[in-house]
């Protein structure tokens, strides 16, 4: 089972450069997420979809921008990167079972971006 | 709004129990979670405590679940080098979000 994959794994962007973070899953979940792991700041959440053409902005949505055109693809695009977005970047899925369920999220391996 | 907090170090001995604490604001909380970061890796699934339950035993894991002082703990009885990681406190209230604290490190010596 691949799970959720993430491409490229790392990458090194110059200031003003764009590019996109392709997230996959083959687990048919509902859910997907885009999360950034900064030092002592733990995972905030960019943008998350509750299904395939909808997306939702998460805690820190600025200067990201996602689509969901496939149930199982989760794309986070930068348009302009900054030195600030310099992070790792996790994206994530989970099934839908309702309110009362638990329900795991499996995240990918991760993508190490850097800008110049 | 929802917040989890937790402690950004421990350092313990081989063999020795580790205590990871964390806290939480989300009175409605249902699920509350411990995922396990290795180094270069995503995160995982460690365990989960339903917030009807106090305590849940998974081998060398217990997890504390105090609802009233919404404080969640995860032992890890005879620490081993291959524990050494980041362990993250998460809580979801049934929505389409998990909050995560920021991750506590744990380094064990030899």
């Known amino acids: 089972n691949a799970g959720v994959t993430q491409t490229p794994k790392f990458r090194v962007l110059k200031t003003g450069q764009s590019m996109t973070l392709l997230c996959a899953q083959d687990m048919n979940h509902e859910y997907m997420y885009w999360y950034r792991q900064d030092p002592g700041m733990g995972l905030r959440l960019i943008h998350y979809?509750?299904?395939?053409?909808?997306?939702a902005k998460g805690e820190v949505p600025d200067g990201y921008n996602v689509s969901r055109l496939k149930k199982q693809n989760f794309l986070l695009g930068l348009e302009s990167a900054a030195p600030s977005q310099t992070s790792v970047y996790f994206c994530?899925?989970?099934?839908?079972?309702?309110?009362?369920?638990?329900?795991?999220?499996?995240f990918g391996q991760g993508t190490r971006l850097t800008v110049v | 709004g929802e917040d989890v907090e937790q402690s950004l170090f421990l350092s313990v001995r081989e063999g020795d129990s580790s205590v990871i604490n964390c806290t939480y604001t989300d009175s409605s909380s249902t699920y509350l979670y411990w995922y396990k970061q290795e180094p270069g890796a995503g995160l995982q699934l460690l365990t989960y405590i339903f917030s009807n339950m106090d305590m849940k035993q998974d081998q060398r894991l217990t997890v504390l679940l105090n609802k009233k002082d919404k404080h969640l703990s995860l032992r890890i009885a005879d620490t081993q080098t291959g524990d050494s990681a980041i362990y993250f406190c998460a809580e979801t209230a049934g929505g389409f979000k998990t909050i995560f604290g920021a991750g506590t490190r744990l380094f064990v010596k030899a």
């Open positions: 994530a899925s989970r099934p839908d079972r309702g309110l009362s369920m638990n329900t795991e999220a499996f």
């Open positions: 979809s509750v299904g395939e053409g909808t997306t």
